[in-house]
């Protein structure tokens, strides 16, 4: 029987070098599921995020929201990589380190002294995980990156919006999101290897590969299809009726994945199945308009609560379209484990997006059964240096 008390990673110490969001992410992935973290920060600035506002909350308005999104369940420790005791110091955490994380312009930590190589002459099992803007080698590998840099040299942008001419962000920087997940397997991968050879190695990704990564149907539609998608607004490029329709009183999600589907959405609204241009998936695709029209002209007589209800009875998928504050309050959000509650040192108790992951029926997320607030600038650099001495001394 599994012990649900034990955490996945419990016992793995991660180094986090990574500022902003994508190494952040992926660090806070890993100290959801048990790791120790131990943010190394530069003293008296810390991470950037820290100044990313407005909102900033907190009794002296300092305390940045972007920050507190993606480092809970860390430790903070300042370390000035520029200055020599302090660059010893984090030789020293190496050694006994399982993971690193870092964010630098490719070269960067070789010219610190920091080299990879130097790394695993520390510690031969060491696994790096290295992620970058657009990889860490190529004609274009020293470019800096941001999400939405990113988000449009790799196509996200040209396929997101209402039509070809409004090339759109993704609302979430998704980039970063996608680069650090992807970062984390690679990782967690790695770490499993190394229980086989007993070394570790150096895991990279960029916001280029994460975000190429996920294009899906969209690149296999031009690889092998040879068609170039561009934005489609609310509505899928390869299937009909799915997206954004219209009821009485407000819109309404619909996504019809099968002619079974399509068929039972008629009988419900009223609507010939085999009308002329609507018979089959393709032929819905190549006449959209048709089809949009038609589906919102019967969904309009009807209040959108009312047809949720019926959609669902009659085995549609389909859904609303919540703010960001009505998912949060959203009985299913919580019963998910996907809000959880931290002690602040100066915030108190408050809440924060948790957890994707579950596992087995425990209720709680992650891999912990309880969750650490955000740290303050430099919080553990006491306890982290205690614990180093403690390791050694042993």
């Known amino acids: 029987m599994t012990d649900e008390t034990s955490m996945p990673l419990e016992g793995v110490v991660v180094l986090d070098l990574s500022r902003a969001l994508a190494g952040p992410h992926a660090a806070m992935m890993l100290a959801d599921m048990g790791a120790r973290v131990i943010k190394v920060e530069m003293p008296g600035r810390g991470d950037d995020t820290r100044s990313w506002g407005p909102p900033f909350v907190g009794p002296n308005q300092d305390i940045s929201t972007y920050y507190l ?3 809970r369940n860390k430790e903070s420790l300042e370390l000035d990589l520029g200055n020599a005791e302090d660059k010893q110091l984090l030789l020293r955490l190496v050694r006994h380190a399982d993971v690193l994380i870092e964010n630098f312009r490719p070269g960067w ?3 610190a002294g920091l080299s990879t190589d130097t790394l695993h002459e520390a510690n031969p099992r060491l696994v790096v995980l290295s992620l970058t803007g657009f990889g860490h080698d190529g004609p274009e590998g020293l470019r800096r990156g941001y999400d939405q840099i990113g988000q449009g040299e790799a196509g996200i942008m040209s396929i997101t919006g209402p039509d070809a001419d409004a090339p759109t962000k993704v609302g979430t920087p998704i980039g970063d999101l996608s680069a650090g997940m992807y970062g984390a ?6 770490l499993y290897e190394r229980e086989r050879t007993g ?3 150096v895991v990279r990704a960029s916001l280029l590969s994460a975000l190429v990564g996920i294009h899906a149907f969209q690149g296999a539609d031009w690889l092998v ?7 489609a607004g609310n509505h899928h490029p390869s299937i009909a009726p799915y997206g954004l329709f219209q009821a009485a009183d407000g819109p309404v999600q619909i996504a019809c994945g099968s002619q079974d589907q399509w068929r039972r959405l008629c009988g419900l609204l009223g609507i010939d199945p085999a009308a002329d241009g609507m018979a089959t998936n393709l032929e819905r695709v190549q006449n959209r308009d048709l089809v949009i029209d038609t589906v919102n002209a019967a969904c309009s007589r009807i209040p959108a609560l009312d047809l949720l209800v019926q959609l669902e009875d009659a085995g549609i998928a389909a859904g609303k379209v919540r703010t960001i504050d009505e998912v949060y309050s959203w009985e299913q959000t919580r019963s998910q484990g996907l809000v959880i ?14 957890p994707p992951v579950r596992f087995d029926n425990n209720a709680h997320a992650g891999g912990r059964m309880t969750h650490t607030a955000p740290p303050a600038l430099g919080q553990h650099n006491d306890t982290v240096r205690a614990w180093l001495d403690e390791m050694e001394g042993q």
């Open 69 to 71: 999104s993606c480092n």
């Open 109 to 111: 930590l070789d010219g």
């Open 185 to 190: 397997f690679g990782a967690v991968t790695a």
């Open 199 to 201: 070394r570790g190695r």
């Open 225 to 231: 299809g040879g068609v170039v998608r561009r934005g």
């Open 341 to 354: 509650e931290v002690a602040h040192p100066e915030l108190g108790a408050i809440e924060l997006a948790g």
